[in-house]
C-alpha cells in the first residue's frame, strides 16, 4: 500500500512544511519527485534530501497563481519522468490575523494561490493522468475552513474552498466570522472540531483510479 516504486509524485510548496515532508517520505517509498515552489533555496534543499533518499528528482521554480508556470511545471515532469501518477497541491499562502484587518491586496494573493492556483494545478495534472490511464490527486487543506471566530482568516478558508471539507460554500464564512467576539470560542471550537472529524472520517483512503499502474 506505501510502496510508490517507479511511480511520478509531483509537490507544490516542497520548500519546507508539509511538502518537504511528503517530499522525503515518497522518495523513501521509491517514487521520483517532481518539486515546485517560490522559495528556490528551500526548493533546492529539499531536493537534495530527496536524493538523499534514494530517489531521482526534479525541482522547478513555479508559482502556482501563474497558469502558465503550472503548464510548464507539468511538462518538465513528464518530459523528465515520461508520466505523472500522483500529485500533491500543497502550496499555500497564510496571512493570520483578524479578517478585516488585513489589507484587501492580501484577499486576492491568498485567493490566487489557494484557490486558482489549485485549479491550475489540478487542470494541468488531470490532462497529463489521463493519458496515463489514471492517478491520484491530493489537494492539501486546513481544518481553519469549518470554522469560524473573530480571528479565523481568510486563508483557511480559501485552503478550505479548494480542498477543505467546506467546499464553496466557505467563503461566506469569512464575513460572519469576521463580526464574531471571542465568547462561546471554545464551544464553537468543540463543535466544529468534532464536525470536522466526523466529515473526514472516511477520508483515510481516498480513491486512487486503477490502472495507475508504474512507468
Ligand atoms: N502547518 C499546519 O499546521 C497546517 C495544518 C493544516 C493544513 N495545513 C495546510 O498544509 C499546506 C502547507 O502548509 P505548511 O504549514 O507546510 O506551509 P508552509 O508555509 O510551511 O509551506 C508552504 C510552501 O508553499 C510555498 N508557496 C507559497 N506560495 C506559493 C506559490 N504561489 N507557488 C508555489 N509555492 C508557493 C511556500 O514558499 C512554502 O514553501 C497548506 O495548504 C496549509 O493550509 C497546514
Keep these: 500500500m506505501f510502496d510508490f516504486t517507479g511511480k511520478v509524485v509531483l509537490i507544490t510548496g516542497a520548500a519546507q512544511g508539509f511538502g518537504r515532508v511528503c517530499a522525503v517520505a515518497f522518495a523513501q517509498r521509491g517514487a ?3 518539486l ?3 522559495n528556490d533555496t528551500g526548493g533546492a534543499q529539499t ?7 534514494g530517489a531521482k528528482g526534479l525541482y522547478r521554480h513555479a508559482d502556482v497563481s ?7 511545471f507539468v511538462a518538465a515532469t513528464v518530459e523528465q519522468f515520461g508520466r505523472l501518477d500522483v500529485a500533491v497541491n500543497n502550496a499555500a499562502k497564510e496571512r493570520p490575523g483578524p479578517t478585516l484587518d488585513l489589507p484587501s491586496a492580501a484577499f486576492d494573493e491568498l485567493i490566487d ?3 486558482r492556483g489549485v485549479y491550475f494545478c489540478m487542470k494541468h495534472e488531470v490532462a497529463q493522468m489521463r493519458k496515463n490511464g489514471g492517478g491520484a490527486i491530493v489537494n492539501q487543506a486546513s481544518v481553519t475552513s469549518s470554522m469560524t471566530g473573530s480571528r479565523v482568516m481568510v486563508s483557511g478558508e480559501s485552503a478550505g474552498a479548494s480542498g477543505g471539507d467546506r467546499g464553496g460554500r466557505a467563503l461566506p464564512r469569512v464575513g460572519r466570522g469576521a463580526f464574531r467576539r ?3 470560542a471554545g464551544r464553537r471550537w468543540r463543535f466544529h472540531s468534532a464536525l470536522s472529524r466526523r466529515r473526514t472520517a472516511g477520508y483515510s483512503s481516498p ?3 486503477p490502472n495507475s499502474t508504474g512507468p
Design 182 to 184: 471571542r465568547r462561546g
Design 207 to 209: 480513491p486512487i483510479v
Design 66 to 72: 501563474d497558469e502558465s508556470a503550472v503548464e510548464g
Design 32 to 34: 521520483r519527485l517532481a
Design 47 to 53: 531536493l537534495a534530501m530527496v536524493e538523499a533518499a
Design 36 to 38: 515546485c515552489d517560490i
Design 113 to 115: 494561490t489557494n484557490l
